[in-house]
């Protein structure tokens, strides 16, 4: 038996893992296209062509890390168990996300007020922040997803104890995943020749994320943890099965519209980034549907993890005037800031 809480007990936990979710869900997705755009930085044609793609989130990036501060925060306040859990079992690569963000976020700055040989080693420092950032959250993931080494209640597994092949193929699968939310980002935001080249990534990059997608989902049930085995138990898999065959459909979807447009035909600009955001909700529904009950499989359910009710009822009220607040700026600011972003535009 997984819980014998009933009442706030058993509701608070799960309402909580919803916030943190979300929270989680909407930093990949809105950050992810930030990191996408430094990690095809290599890919720019000049320095201009770096500036009019770093140009089209100079506005609203730095407003996107809030969730990831949400996430972070809400895990430790609702979960302080599975908070102590990854800090003290995963502190390498979660060091190794911070210092990207941090070098991508210094890099993003100064590259605009830099010249010559300095710009061009920001320019360097943002990609590099942003690939570092990416493939540390993926390895991050996977360690929860594949299971912590534990022995007595403590994490047992040492330095290096998270560290596996299927850690390194979801790091990768991640850079690549955000490289294709940068692609869409570009497609929306821009016109020319950085739109043109931003549909021809679009295409190899969806193909590589879904095959990804696939070896990661192919792993998950030979795993310890024995994530994702409940899809092929009895008849889980038919009221499941709408997750992967709708990803499928929507990398259909995409491949479609990311192409450059038939007989004098406008392709449509928005769809490409909306379906790879499909792609990622998808994703992260299907991880979800896989791993619950369990906060930090296999040995941490949601309501093992979980500090009292009366201090998750406490810091819910805080949530309740603070999440508005946060979805309305974030809204705020893409409407202000909507629309194409043309090469002579800047913000810096």
């Known amino acids: 038996m997984l819980t014998t809480a009933d009442g706030a007990a058993f509701w ?4 909580w893992l919803g916030v943190i979710g979300f929270g989680v869900l909407m930093y990949v997705l809105l950050d992810g296209f930030v990191l996408g755009l430094g990690i095809l930085a290599p890919l720019s044609r000049d320095s201009g062509q770096l500036d009019h793609m770093m140009n089209t989130a100079a506005p609203i990036w730095d407003g996107n890390e ?12 609702a979960f302080p168990r599975a908070y102590a859990l990854v800090l003290s079992s995963l502190y390498l690569p979660v060091l190794a996300m911070l210092l990207g963000l941090i ?18 080693a920001w320019g360097a420092a943002f990609s590099l922040g942003s690939i570092v950032a990416a493939f540390s959250q993926g390895v991050i993931l996977a360690a929860l997803v594949q299971g912590l080494p534990m022995q007595g209640g403590q994490y047992s597994g040492g330095a290096w104890g998270w560290f596996s092949p299927f850690a390194v193929m979801t790091g ?26 931003a549909r021809g990534w679009a295409r190899p990059l969806m193909v590589a994320v879904l095959a990804f997608m696939g070896l990661v989902s192919a792993a ?39 192409s450059l447009g038939k ?13 790879t955001l499909a792609l990622f909700a998808l994703g992260f529904a299907g991880l979800l549907l896989g791993i619950w009950p369990y906060l930090v499989p296999p ?12 201090s998750q009822g406490f810091v819910m009220w805080g949530l309740v005037f603070l999440l508005p607040l946060i979805l309305g700026y974030t809204a705020w600011s893409y409407r202000v800031f909507r ?8 913000y810096h």
Do not use: C
């Not at 690549?176 to 950085?194: D, F, N, R, V």
């Open 103 to 120: 070098f991508r976020g210094v890099a993003f700055e100064f590259r605009f007020k830099g010249r010559g040989v300095a710009r061009r």
């Open 172 to 197: 990768v699968a991640l850079v690549g995943g955000y490289a294709l939310l940068g692609a869409g980002w570009l497609i929306l935001k821009t016109e020319g020749p950085l739109h043109e080249q």
């Open 339 to 346: 629309g194409k972003v043309t090469v002579d535009a800047g």
């Open 299 to 310: 040995h941490l359910t949601v309501w093992g993890a979980a500090s009292p009710p009366e």
């Open 220 to 258: 998950l049930p030979y795993l310890d943890s024995r994530v994702m085995a409940r899809w092929f138990e009895g008849s889980n898999f038919l009221w499941l099965a709408p997750v992967p065959l709708l990803t499928l459909a929507v990398g259909w979807w995409l491949w479609r519209d990311a």
């Open 263 to 275: 007989g004098g035909q406008r392709p449509h600009d928005a769809r490409p980034f909306l379906w």
């Open 66 to 77: 809030t969730w990831l501060v949400l996430g972070g925060a809400g895990l430790m306040a």
């Open 12 to 15: 608070l936990p799960v309402a």
